[in-house]
Every structure is written in C-alpha cells, then in structure tokens.
C-alpha cells in the first residue's frame, strides 16, 4: 500500500469537520488522513513514504467541469481560431490568410466569432464578403456559441444547396428578406445540412486533438470533467474507445463522464452500457437534449418576445410531443438526460415532459438555466434535478444581454445565488470552447459578477457567491450531479485524493486577483499529473 503525505500547504476540504488543514496523507489513490504537518509525518512518515512539499500553497477539492466539450475543444485546435477578431474587418482578413494558404475545394473550418465584440459596427460577414476573401475554398465558421454559422456559395454548392430544399426540425437557413437569397447565416441544425460534406478526420487525428484537450484541461486545474462529444467524434462507441484508450490506456487521468447526445441512445442499448458503466476515470453519463439555442442569435427560447426584437421569442428545437418522446425514450434505458435550456420557455418546457416520468437513478440535469422565471424556481428545487449553470457566460453575456431579454426579465436572469438559496442543487462548467476552459475565471464571474477589466460593481451584485459557494459549485456540486458526491467533491477520509493547487491564498485575495492566480499542480487519485 503505497503512502504519500502531501505536506506545507494550505489545503481547503470543503469538509466542515476540517476546513482547512496543512497536511493529507493518500493511500492508494484515497484520502487516508488529513491534520497538521507534524502529525501526519509522525503517524505515517515512515522509510518508503514519499513526500511532496506543497511550498505553503493553497489547495481545494480536485476542480470539476460539470459540462463542456473536449472533443470540440481539441477540433479547435485544429481549426482556424476567431476569437480574437473584433471587427468584421479583421475576421474577413484571418479568413483570406488562411486561404490564401488552402488548396482549391479543401475546407476552411473556424471557431469563435461572436459580432457582440466588433467595434466600430460593420455587422456580420455576408456571403458575398466571405466569397470574395475565400472564393476557392468552402467554409464553415462557427460562432462562440456554436448555435450559429456561417458558409460561403462554395459550402452551399458543395452541400447541394437550392431554395427548396428541406431543413432539419429547429434549423433555419436565413435569407436576405429584399433578394431572397441565403446571407450565409445557418441557425441551429441547418448546419447539418453542411456537415456531412466536410470530410472527417482520420481516428489518429481525433486522439491526437483529444490528447491535447484532456492535458489542457489538467493544466488548467480540472480534475474530472463532464463533456459531451458523441457529435464531434462521430459516435458513442467511438467515443468511449478514444476515452479509454487515453485515459485508461495512457493514463491520462482525468476523470471524464462522458454524456450521449440524444441521436447517439441506441448505442447504448447495442452496447450494453448505462448510466455509470465504465470505471472511476471513464464513465456513461445522462443523455443530452437539446431545447433551445442562444441568446446570441435569439434561438433562446423564451416566453415573451425579445426586448429589442418583438418579432420573435426564438424557437424551440423540439416541440412539445417530441421532447417528450425523447424523454420517454431514455426513459426506457433508465437514463438520466442533460438538456441544454437556456430560454424560460424552453426550461418549462423541458420540466413539462420531465413531470410526466418518474427520476431515475442518476439525476436530470437542466443546463444553462439562464433565464428563470420565479414560478419554474420550486420545480427546479428537488433531489434529482441540477441545475448545470455557467458562471463565466456572465462575463461573456453581459451587458448586451440586458437590451435582448430586457429590465423586467435581467432581474430573474442568471440568478445563482437565488437558485442556491431555494435549495435547488448547482453545479458549475465551462461550456469550453464557447467559453474559457479555466475555471478560475468561472469563479472569478460567480464572486464579481463581471467581466475581466470592469470597475463597477458587478451586475445584480445581491446574486454574487462567496468564494467557497463558488468552490462549492466545481466541486461538491458537480460531483452530486453524477451520484459521486460520497466519492470526490471534498477532500475527506476514504474520498479520492483529487486536489487541485494554486499559486495565490483563494480565500485571501481579492477576487481579481483570481485572473493572476495560476494552478501550480494538479493531483488525481494521489498522482500529480499536472505541475507548473
């Protein structure tokens, strides 16, 4: 039995039975005993046992990202990065180098445009401006939401595009409404109208772009993650395979509950896996749905208009007998299901056809849950529902969702502290790549509620977390949202000794001081697997 004492640190539990404590000693993979530096070398410091000095940083429970996407996250990489374009301008030029150095016919794919950062106006790239810059090669470019992209004539000629064809149910092909042509812009499922069109990487290149996904995130502090991948990686048993060839095989170590998408259930059954099926660093998670789209675009759905466009609410993805079908259908598989619900529509919606069946095992969890009207709090606030929230899409989101949603509805919108308060079950994520994968920054939003750079006061300040509400919410909470909660989420005796260590004191700082605030290590099942 191996030991090993982590010792000289400032170490957080979350455990109340003790908060904070300078020493943990880990036997096989397991926290064995927590105290002070002098009690826990003397106990069980002998000849064989390895020590690693913590050099008086600060540590908490091993950081979770209860929803994201590494597959995605990893495809990124590989594509054509739009993030920091903030202009159309400069996104129209990084589009013109990148095929100025492309082959005729082969695709440009990018990631990360969001028109909300443009100065100076200019709107978005239209289909001419994208033909001009890229006339040769087809394209597809995702906005940071992925609810929205956009093509060139190439992409639609390629894809056969013509004014008649049929869209996928909750898609919308968005036409110039004077000359009835496409803009470029696809909403939603209409890009699976392209997609199938875009030649798909080889298996070697998907593991490596997960590879470097899992290690980022690692690097990043996380010591488990909830993702979602089956769209990205082409299917459930290839996507468990890729997971335990690197996890499991490699011994990457993270710890990843990997979620279904909803195309993707009969794999299950075909495969005989389930909610939980696999072991501690590779499991099956819920089924994932979605209900809506974003506020980016106005695919939210929500109950009343948008605020500054009363021609549209958005739009459900599914309609009603549908969710509810879906719902049934992994019913039947006794799963759980994640549903992406980040309208009040489409979260009342969402818990109408989760009321028409009894829970399961696992919990169902509601994700985003951005724009919550008071009525749907109390339905939230039971045992097997989570609410998957997302703490830095405030950052990302704010001010401009003000003028989308409106002063009446801001007020009931992003409401953490409300939510956790009426006893509704939180846990916390990334959403990576449409937002950061680090989660300091995560919690940096849930303490300050604001941006990086602001000076005021914070948006609905009364809704701000303490830091250990925050800690609380990557780590108890996300474990709670996979039935794990008596395995991780604390660091107490006979839990995994997964820790997560930084280079300021968290519960010193001030909360800005959070975006300089650096992990320095971070531990899974007693293993560093990860140091600055």
Known sequence: MT????????????????????????????VHDLGTDADMTLQWGKSDTRIIDLQGCTATPGLIDSHLHLGWLGLTFLQLDLTKATSKDEMLYLIKQKAEQTPA????????????????????PTLEELDLVAPHCPILLSRICGHANLVNSKALELSNYHPDMAVPAGGVIVHDPVTGKPTGMLLETASNLITPHIPKPSYDSLKQALRGSVRYAMEHGLTGA??????????????????????????LALRCNLLVY????????????????????????????FADGALGRRTAYLGAPYADDPTTSGYPVHEQEALTELVRQARE????????TIGDKALEMVLDSLD?????????????????????????????????????????????????VGEERIQHSYVWKTMMERGIICAAGSDTPVEPIDP??????????????????????????????????????SATVTNED?????????????MTVYSHDLFSIDPDELLSTKVVMTVIGGQVSYSR
């Open 333 to 340: 598989l006794h799963m759980p299901i994640a549903v992406h």
């Open 356 to 404: 028409q069946f009894a829970p399961v095992a696992y919990r169902d969890r509601l994700i985003h849950t951005q724009i919550l009207r008071p009525d749907l709090l109390d339905r939230l606030a039971v045992p097997h529902r989570i609410a998957d929230i997302q703490p830095r899409f405030l950052a990302g989101d704010f001010p401009w969702v003000m003028d989308r």
């Open 262 to 289: 909803y195309p993707n259930m009969h794999e299950l059954r075909d495969l005989g896996m389930h909610a939980g099926y696999g072991n501690s660093h590779v499991n099956i998670g819920a089924v994932k749905i």
């Open 105 to 124: 016919n082969e695709w440009i794919q990018g990631f990360g445009w969001d028109e909300n950062l443009f100065v100076g106006g200019g709107g978005i």
């Open 486 to 498: 008596h395995l991780k989420g604390t660091l107490s005796r006979g839990k995994c000794a997964d």
């Open 3 to 30: 030991t090993t004492i982590f010792t000289n640190g400032r170490i957080y539990t979350g455990d109340p039975q003790h908060l904070f404590v300078q020493a943990m000693v880990v036997k096989d993979g397991l």
């Open 226 to 251: 909830h993702t979602e991948d089956c769209r990205d990686l082409h299917g459930l048993a290839q996507t468990y395979r890729l997971y335990d060839e690197l996890i499991n095989g490699e011994e």
């Open 440 to 477: 300091l920054l995560g919690i940096h939003a849930a303490v300050t509620r604001k941006a990086p750079g602001d000076t005021h006061g914070g948006y609905l300040p009364h809704e701000k977390l303490t830091m250990q509400e925050a800690i609380h919410l990557f780590t108890l909470g």
